[in-house]
């Protein structure tokens, strides 16, 4: 079993920054890749961004040059800085621990961004 615990979310004007945070705990296998995923209402969960334990990162087109997301392996969490926020940035944001095997999910964070 592995626990994520996410927190950072919040209210922000467009244009500002927020910076996301979660820590796993329990069970972690040294390869694994941790991710962002955000749900807008009415919306799928999509991919913003993942990286991998070795440092491999991927990312939405929409965030790219925005967004980054970082990981310390040592204290098992991963980030998301979100800089330059939009309106259309606003969702529920999730952390994802994935291995060959298994998914885990955290209980995910709103940011809203306001106009």
């Known amino acids: 079993q592995v626990q994520l615990v996410e927190s950072g979310g919040g209210l922000v004007q467009a244009g500002g920054s927020l910076r996301l945070s979660c820590a796993a705990s329990g069970n972690i296998f040294r390869f694994n890749i941790m991710g962002w995923f955000r749900q807008a209402p009415g919306n799928q969960r999509d991919l913003v961004a993942s990286i991998t334990s070795y440092g491999s990162t991927n990312y939405a087109d929409s965030v790219k040059g925005r967004f980054t997301i970082s990981r310390d392996n040592a204290k098992n969490t991963v980030y998301l800085q979100m800089n330059s926020l939009e309106s259309e940035d606003t969702a529920v944001y999730y952390c994802?621990?994935?291995?060959?095997?298994?998914?885990?999910w955290g209980q995910g964070t709103q940011v809203t961004v306001s106009s």
């Open positions: 994802k621990y994935s291995t060959s095997s298994v998914n885990y």
